[in-house]
C-alpha cells in the first residue's frame, strides 16, 4: 500500500464571519489481497464536530483501467463519539470490488464558519507508507496577524512565499506508522503539521514566554487577591497546624469539604447547582462553587490568605504531546495548576482533582515542563513526579489448592494514587452485572480464571484507595502430572506473555508513571499432599529504574505456602527510555516473568496412594 495525501485550508471573511474550508484529498495504490481487504473499508473519524461536511467523492480504478464510481449511498457521515470531551464527525467509504493492483481515491470538503481564527492539525504520515504528502494554505490576512506552522516527527519542506496565495508544505517518503507496546503518546512520534495565527512578533522563546508569563500572572494576581473573609477563613482553617505542608493539606481539605465543583463548563449547569459563573476566587469561595477552574484559584487564594507565595504555573498535558518551549504558541499549554513555594523550591498543586490524594496531579500533569508565570521573572520548571510507592497495586489472596489442581479462595485488591483514579475511572458506569469481570480482566494474570460476589470498599471516597474483594477461581491453574503436582506460588503474574517479543526497537519505551505491585499469595496445599521442593528465586534490580523481589515460604507445619513478591518501576521519574535501552529493559522484564513462573512440587505424603 501507498498513500498519497493532499489538503489544505482556505480561511476567508464571509458576511461579517470568517468563513473557513478545508477539501482533502488521498489516493492509495493497492500492492496485495491484504492491502485490498484492508481498504475495502475506509473511514476518518477525528473530524472535529464543529466543521461540516459538503462535497463526498470516491472512486476505484481497476487494473485494466475501468473506473468506478462509488455509490454515494455507501459513504457513511455520522457523529462519532466523544473522546476526551470532544465530539468528532466520522466520514466512511466502502470500496467495492477492491483488489491487488487498484488504486483508490477519495476526497471530502469541510466547512466553518467562526467570529475567531482557529489554526489546523494536518497529518503528514499514515499507517501506511506516503509516497507524497501535501498541505497548501491559504491564510488569512490582516496586518497585525501572522500565520505561523510547526512540523513535528517528519522532514518536509515549506514554502516561504506562496503561490497563488498558497504556502505549501510538502513531505516525501514518510514510512508508515507502527505502534510497539508502551509506547509514548501517538503525536509524539507521529508526523503531522500544525497551523496556527498569532498577533505576537517574539518570534524566540527568551522573548515570546517571559511575555505570556507576565500576562498571566497580572491576571492572576488579580484573581487570586484574597479579601478580608477569606483571610478570617484562611487563618481559622490553619490554626494548630505546625508545618507549612499541614497547612496547605488543611486548605486543601476545607475546599474539597465545602466547594462544589461543577466540570461541565456549562452555565447552565452552574444554574442548575444554584451558582452563578464568579469571576474571581472571592466570588467563587463566597458561593462555595464554580468550575475546577475556580477550585484552583480558590485554593491559591486562600494560600495567599495563609502567607504562602503562590504563582499561576500553566503547562500542557503529556497525553497526547510533550510540550516544548520552541512551540511559540500559548495554546500549546492549554491548563493551569497552582505553584506554592514549599520547602525553598515551587510545588504544583490541583487539590479538587478526582480520585487522587490533595497533593497528586494527574499523572499526565507529572513531570513536565510548565510556565510559572511572574510578571518580572517567568520561567520554566518541572512539575513533580510521583514515586512507585504512591501508585501501588497491592493484592492478596487465600485459595485451597485442590488435587486436580483447581485454586478457589478470597481474594482483595487495593489500588492507590494514579491506579486508583485509573480503576475508579474504569468501573464509573459499570452494570453491577459486569463489575465482577471487569475487575478479573484488571489483574492481567496469564492463567484464565474468575471472580464472583465482587464487593467495593471506599467507593464513596473518592480520593481514598478503593479496594474489592471477592472470591476467585482458577480452574486447573496447577499442573497435576502423576504423582506431582506443579505449582506456580505467584498466581496473578504466572504464565503471563512476555511484555516485549521484538528483538528491535524503533520508538521509546514510555511509561505514563512509577507504580508498584505487591503482592501476597497464601496458598493451602490439599490434604494428603506435603512440599517436595521449594526456594526463592533470585531477586533482581537495575539501580534507580526498578527492583524485583520474590520470597516463597512454607508454613512450619507443611500445610500451605506463602509467596510474597514486590516489584517496583519508574523510581526518580525513570519512566521514559531511548531505543537503546530496550535490550536490557527487555532483559529485565523477561527476567521478572521468568521468576514469575518458578514453580513448586509437591507430592503425595507417605502411605498416600
Not at 483501467?65 to 467509504?93: C, H, L, N, Q, Y
Not at 510556565?371 to 489472596?397: H, K, M, W, Y
Not at 478479573?440 to 473518592?462: D, K, S, V, Y
Request: aromatic content about 10%.
Amino acid at each position: 500500500q501507498a498513500a498519497h495525501r493532499d489538503g489544505g485550508g482556505l480561511c476567508q471573511l464571509a458576511g461579517g464571519h470568517l468563513m473557513m474550508t478545508r477539501e482533502v484529498f488521498m489516493r492509495v495504490r493497492i500492492f496485495t489481497a491484504e492491502g485490498a481487504q484492508e481498504w475495502s473499508q475506509h473511514e476518518d473519524s477525528d473530524i472535529p464536530q464543529e466543521w461540516q461536511l459538503s462535497t463526498v467523492e470516491a472512486r476505484t480504478i481497476r487494473p485494466n483501467g475501468s473506473v468506478v464510481t462509488m455509490d454515494p449511498r455507501s459513504i457513511a457521515r455520522d457523529v462519532a463519539e466523544k473522546r476526551k470531551g470532544r465530539t468528532t464527525r466520522r466520514v466512511a467509504f466502502a470500496f467495492p470490488g477492491l483488489e491487488a493492483g487498484c488504486i483508490l481515491d477519495f476526497r471530502y470538503e469541510l466547512y466553518r464558519r467562526t467570529t475567531y481564527l482557529i489554526g489546523g492539525f494536518f497529518p503528514l504520515q499514515l499507517d501506511v507508507p506516503v509516497r507524497r504528502a501535501v498541505v497548501r494554505i491559504k491564510p488569512f490576512l490582516r496586518e497585525g496577524i501572522q500565520m505561523r506552522q510547526l512540523t513535528f516527527h517528519c522532514f518536509a519542506n515549506s514554502s516561504t512565499t506562496p503561490v497563488d496565495g498558497f504556502y505549501e508544505t510538502v513531505a516525501t517518503n514518510v514510512r508508515a506508522f507502527r505502534t510497539e507496546p508502551d509506547m509514548p503518546p501517538r503525536l509524539q512520534q507521529f508526523g503531522f503539521m500544525i497551523a496556527y495565527y498569532t498577533d505576537s512578533k517574539s518570534n524566540t522563546p527568551e522573548v515570546y514566554w517571559p511575555e505570556v508569563g507576565k500576562s498571566h500572572a497580572q491576571a492572576f494576581e488579580a484573581a487570586t487577591r484574597p479579601d478580608g473573609p477569606m483571610r478570617e477563613d484562611a487563618k481559622a482553617i490553619v490554626s494548630g497546624c505546625s508545618t507549612d505542608r499541614e497547612r496547605l493539606e488543611h486548605i486543601a481539605a476545607r475546599l474539597r469539604a465545602e466547594f462544589r465543583v461543577d466540570p461541565s463548563y456549562s452555565s447552565d449547569s452552574l444554574r442548575a447547582l444554584g451558582l452563578r459563573e464568579p469571576g474571581n476566587a472571592r466570588a467563587a469561595w463566597r458561593q462555595r462553587g464554580g468550575y475546577p477552574s475556580d477550585a484552583v484559584r480558590v485554593f491559591a487564594a486562600l494560600a495567599r490568605a495563609a502567607g504562602f507565595d503562590v504563582r499561576e504555573a500553566i503547562l500542557e498535558p503529556r497525553d497526547e504531546l510533550f510540550f516544548d518551549p520552541s512551540m511559540l504558541n500559548e495554546s500549546f499549554l492549554g491548563t493551569f495548576v497552582a505553584a506554592v513555594r514549599l520547602e525553598g523550591k515551587w510545588v504544583a498543586f490541583d487539590p479538587m482533582t478526582r480520585y487522587l490524594p490533595w497533593d497528586m496531579l494527574p499523572w499526565e500533569e507529572e513531570g513536565v515542563t510548565a510556565l510559572l508565570c511572574d510578571p518580572d521573572s517567568s520561567r520554566f520548571i518541572e512539575t513533580g513526579l510521583s514515586q512507585p510507592e504512591r501508585n501501588v497495586r497491592g493484592r492478596s489472596a487465600e485459595p485451597d489448592l485442590r488435587p486436580d489442581g483447581t485454586l478457589e479462595g478470597r481474594v482483595r485488591v487495593t489500588w492507590t494514587g494514579q491506579l486508583n483514579r485509573e480503576v475508579r475511572d474504569a468501573l464509573d458506569g459499570v452494570r453491577a452485572g459486569d463489575v465482577d469481570s471487569l475487575v478479573w480482566q484488571m489483574q492481567h494474570c496469564g492463567a484464565p480464571g474468575r471472580l464472583e460476589g465482587t464487593i467495593l470498599e471506599n467507593a464513596g471516597r473518592e480520593t481514598e484507595p478503593l479496594s474489592v474483594s471477592a472470591r476467585m477461581r482458577m480452574s486447573g491453574f496447577a499442573t497435576v502430572t502423576g504423582h506431582r503436582i506443579l505449582l506456580e506460588p505467584e498466581v496473578f503474574q504466572a504464565r503471563k506473555s512476555p511484555r516485549y517479543t521484538a528483538g528491535k526497537r524503533r520508538l521509546p519505551v514510555y511509561f505514563e508513571y512509577p507504580w508498584e505491585e505487591a503482592d501476597t499469595v497464601l496458598v493451602h496445599i490439599p490434604p494428603g499432599w506435603k512440599v517436595e521442593s521449594v526456594g526463592s528465586p533470585a531477586p533482581l534490580s537495575a539501580k534507580g529504574v526498578a527492583e524485583y523481589s520474590q520470597v516463597v515460604q512454607v508454613s512450619d507445619d507443611g500445610r500451605s505456602v506463602r509467596c510474597i513478591r514486590r516489584f517496583w518501576m519508574g523510581r526518580d521519574g525513570s519512566i521514559y527510555f531511548t531505543p537503546r535501552y530496550y535490550e536490557p529493559l527487555r532483559q529485565l522484564f523477561d527476567g521478572v516473568r521468568e521468576r514469575d513462573d518458578m514453580a513448586i512440587v509437591l507430592e503425595p505424603e507417605e502411605g498416600q496412594p
